[in-house]
């Protein structure tokens, strides 16, 4: 594991009693839909992670050069809902296996990544990475890359509830509505109770 120094949960605004995790699975609008259904999952913010620039918008990471990943901050209550249920819902819900790239979305911008906020984080992140190459689930090695979280910067607003607001588009229709049924499908029993 990474042995580079992580920045206290306390200025990371993590409320107290609840974990921070950065997960990048490509474009944020379907990580955003997917995670935003989960009971214990209290906040989920699009945004850019791991890059060198500062405060980057999206015409910049759409370039490929900033170094960033699209990733959700998710906000999420441990007594609720377990790191290893979120990476769980995280790994099947993309292509882990695919570098740079999820469907025609193609640049380190699209990585797959876990960017870890503490220790145990990244333990576990490796561990059950780890598990899920030997249990031969993916034909092909998982790519994701787990390294301790360094930065965020939120998108710009209109990327926010993206799903919820422009569900009819085609790329909606297209790319995230299979993420969301996927997840209904394999993960039901985790879904918010209305």
Known sequence: MNTHELLPKTEL????????LFLGGGCFWCTEAVFLRLEGVIEVVPGYAGGLV????????????TGHA???????????????????????????????????????????????TDAA???????LKEELNQSGVYANPIVTEITPFTNFYPAEQYHHDYYALHGQQPY????????VEKLQKLFGELLLKN
Not at 13 to 20: S, W
Not at 56 to 65: D, K, N, R, V
Not at 121 to 127: H, M, P, V
Request: proline fraction near 7%; include cysteine.
């Open 54 to 65: 500062v405060n980057p918008t999206y015409e910049a990471i759409c370039t490929g050069t």
């Open 121 to 127: 984080q990244g333990k576990k992140s490796l561990s």
């Open 70 to 116: 699209e990733v959700i901050q998710v906000t999420f209550d441990p007594q609720i809902i377990s790191l290893e249920t979120m990476l769980a819902v995280f790994w099947a819900t993309h292509d882990p296996t695919t570098l740079n790239r999820q469907g025609a979305d193609v640049g380190p911008q699209y990585r797959s990544a876990v960017f870890y």
């Open 13 to 20: 605004n993590c409320p107290k009693g609840m974990e921070l």
């Open 172 to 179: 909606c229709q297209f790319v995230v509505r299979p993420k």
